[in-house]
């Protein structure tokens, strides 16, 4: 369970501050999966930093299953599962010794550790290339040590940062059905994307941000009804007012 | 606290697989100190050596004008040789080391039992010409002493009446301490490996990881943060003291090895090991010193480019000692790069260093490292440390 109440973040940049997040909040509830849709630049990674912790908002709350973030974030991130933007594999470490690691770092004992990865190997395929060193892994191979690492400690709360940026078919595929499994064993899953149709098959319901700003939430069919649009695309385009945007940057 | 030491070993194992610059890194300091030790000491010792003992070549202006000179200096196995022309600027071009220019009115002077002018054309700016120019000047004072005591006795006086004052010499410098004057590039360079043994690794784990974008999902984990930097640290503590260890291993073979009388340094056991107690506090020092810079800059060629200046710090006191000799005081063992000069080159020189001292040095070198630890940690709580894009 996740609320983010009403953040606001703005970084110091040499002209001027940038107002990255301006009042974003919504809820995620456990069992469900959360999609966040927004353009590139709309302030999805900033809000989800703030989320796990890494950065602190200038104004608002976030609490997760009833923690607040900024009064005890050791517990807070003992409770997320996170994959950031940036994977960060260690590439001089095997598949299972990055995984390993983090284990290690949230105090996890060595047999549960060798369990969960044998788990988790299972249900991401990547037994072949669970023990070879990560330097020279595609990219499917990389988020997917990313994951099973972010995971390792069994999380109630999931966050990932464009999961499937980069990967084929049927890595994506894959993908979906875990994190689906996730959502069925009861967590509350977080992920954000710029692509619709991405986030239409996989999430209950949909955030959608532009401009550090919330513009709709909703289950895709109550976006679609909200728009009068059928193609999910367009009503994304629509609610982020993609085309105004197009349309400046047309006439500038 | 096992957060630390899990950070620590991952390091280390990310470290060790990384072969070439492990290598780089722990081996090149070993090999590139007994090559200079050795190295230096041979072409000193040949040089010496030479200069002291072949039969020195002395161009020599105006030699009919005193025969009897030139026998006596060929008596000391200096043999006189013509001139060049214009034997200023040879000397200045370091064609000759010196040129022994003898006037016209010698003679003349000499008949009259006048101080009888001769002059020595050399240049006191370079070192190397020192000990042939010594020579010279003594066998020519010899001469003098000589010929004037004969003088003497010709005359009816008595010789002692011609020295009015006799200076007696008593050098207190012990003969390792005489050594000792060899060794001043030492402190520096130990300092110096010491000081920046762990530098690649310290920026690899610090700005390294930032660029590579592995430190958010590291600090997205329970563990401290604090916990995480003081890891880093550790690990690369334990490597710059691994590459410490062989540097002094290699110390007391090359000098085990070393010819002359660089082999009569103190090499044994216990001295090594109060070596590398002294260096110690420079590993602390260095490794927590670059954290802090590779923690604050914004990428790994950002903090490489500190790398120099660093490597010039060392060499300050050697530098000041060297135009501002002072004498030992115990607030010098409290200065960083100063006092750890200053205790190797007691330790190279055999003296005693008091409890004190000891107590001092320790006290302030890994004080001075715990600062700069407590400064690093404080600095990884920055959100700016974890967002690398």
């Not at chain 1, 986030?199 to 976006?223: K, Q």
Request: contains cysteine; neutral net charge; hydrophobic residues 50%.
């Amino acid at each position: 369970m996740i609320r983010l109440h009403d953040l606001h973040k703005s970084f110091k940049a040499k002209t001027g501050p940038v107002h990255a997040v301006k009042g974003v909040g919504f809820e995620a509830r456990d069992g469900e999966i959360v999609g966040l849709l927004g353009p590139n630049g709309a302030g999805k990674t900033t809000t989800l930093r703030m989320l796990y912790t890494l950065m602190s908002p200038d104004r608002g709350r976030i609490e997760v299953d009833g923690i607040d973030v900024a009064k005890d974030p050791t517990a807070v991130r003992q409770r997320l599962g996170v994959l950031p933007d940036a994977r960060g594999v260690y590439k001089r470490l095997t598949a299972r010794e990055n995984i390993e690691y983090f284990g290690r770092l949230h105090g996890i004992d060595e047999a549960t550790i060798a369990a969960r990865i044998a788990q988790m190997a299972r249900t991401l395929v990547m037994e072949d290339f669970l023990d070879r060193r990560t330097e020279g892994f595609s990219q499917g191979q990389r988020t997917k040590t990313a994951i099973a690492r972010a995971l390792v400690h069994d999380p109630r709360n999931v966050i990932l940062d464009e999961p499937t940026n980069g990967l084929d078919v049927m890595t994506t595929r894959g993908l979906r059905g875990f994190l689906r499994g996730l959502r069925d064993e009861g967590r509350c899953v977080i992920f954000s994307s710029h692509i619709m149709q991405e986030v239409a098959a996989l999430c209950d319901r949909i955030v959608v941000i532009a401009h550090g700003e919330v513009r709709a939430v909703g289950t895709p069919d109550e976006l679609r009804e909200q728009t009068g649009l059928p193609d999910l695309e367009d009503v994304f385009v629509r609610l982020a007012d993609l085309e105004g945007e197009a349309a400046m940057g047309a006439r500038a | 606290m096992k957060a630390i030491w899990t950070v620590a070993r991952k390091e280390l194992v990310d470290l060790f697989r990384d072969r070439k610059t492990m290598m780089l890194g722990l081996l090149l300091g070993p090999i590139v100190m007994p090559a200079i030790i050795l190295g230096m000491g041979a072409l000193a010792e040949k040089k010496m050596r030479t200069q002291l003992e072949s039969t020195l070549e002395l161009p020599v202006i105006g030699a009919e004008h005193a025969p009897n000179l030139v026998a006596f200096l060929k008596g000391r196995n200096i043999e006189a040789q013509p001139a060049p022309a214009d034997p200023e600027q040879a000397v200045r071009d370091q064609d000759f080391d010196v040129v022994l220019k003898i006037g016209e009115e010698y003679g003349e002077q000499w008949r009259d039992s006048k101080p009888a002018v001769v002059e020595l054309i050399y240049d006191s700016s370079r070192q190397d010409s020192q000990i042939p120019v010594n020579r010279v000047r003594g066998v020519l004072v010899e001469y003098s002493r000589t010929v004037g005591v004969l003088r003497g006795i010709n005359r009816g006086v008595s010789p002692e009446a011609g020295f009015a004052v006799q200076v007696g010499q008593r050098d207190v410098a012990t003969p390792e301490a005489r050594r000792g004057m060899l060794l001043a590039f030492l402190p520096y360079l130990l300092i110096l490996f010491s000081f920046l043994g762990g530098a690649a690794l310290v920026i690899d784990v610090t700005a390294g990881e930032r660029e590579r974008q592995s430190l958010e999902p590291l600090l997205a984990t329970p563990a401290a943060r604090a916990a995480i930097m003081s890891g880093k640290i550790l690990a690369a503590c334990l490597f710059g003291m691994l590459s410490l260890l062989l540097i002094v291993l290699a110390f007391k073979f090359s000098f085990q090895l070393a010819p002359g009388p660089l082999q009569l340094i103190d090499v044994s056991v216990p001295v090594m090991a109060q070596l590398l107690l002294v260096l110690l506090p420079m590993v602390l020092i260095g490794t927590t010193l670059l954290t802090l810079i590779a923690a604050s800059v914004k990428s790994v060629k950002e903090a490489q480019s500190y790398m120099s200046v660093l490597m010039f710090l060392p060499i300050v006191p050697t530098i000041m000692l060297m135009v501002n000799p002072v004498k030992n005081q115990l607030w010098q063992f409290a200065v960083p790069f100063l006092a750890q000069n200053q205790m190797i080159l007691k330790l190279v020189r055999s003296e005693a260093i008091a409890l004190q001292e000891w107590a001092v040095y320790l006290g302030a070198g890994f004080g001075l490292g715990l600062v700069l630890w407590l400064l690093a940690a404080r600095l990884y709580h920055k959100e700016r440390l974890a967002i690398s894009a």
